[in-house]
């Protein structure tokens, strides 16, 4: 590749992944929700924060399919009910909805 494309193609790179919304690292964490609800096409509160042992409820409010799909958890893609799963061991716990890949949520387990 010609020298003079690189940097133009990485500043148009950077724009391109920070225009794919907020991060989850920049998401202020609720403290102490164990709720989260699964909206179209988002899960709100985005980030909460637990202490270890806690069981975290989804509940549907959706008029289309998603579903809850982390490391070691899985819910059915469904438009209502809901989805439960308890954190045993402190950590950071991304999830997505993998029929819409802007829907993405994260459990802290910390102790405080
Ligand atoms: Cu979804």
Do not use: K
């Amino acid at each position: 590749m010609r020298r003079w494309l690189v940097a133009p193609l990485a500043v148009l790179a950077l724009v391109a992944l920070v225009g794919c919304g907020e991060s989850l690292d920049d998401a202020e964490p609720e403290v102490g929700a164990t709720q989260v609800t699964v909206e179209d096409n988002e899960f709100s509160a985005r980030v909460i924060q637990v202490p270890p042992g806690t069981e975290v409820t989804w509940t549907w409010d959706a008029n289309n399919d998603h579903n809850v799909v982390g490391d070691g958890f899985q819910s059915d893609a469904q438009q209502d009910g809901t989805f439960a799963h308890a954190f045993a061991d402190p950590g950071t716990y991304d999830y997505r909805c993998t029929l819409h890949g802007s829907m993405t949520g994260r459990v802290i387990v910390a102790a405080d």
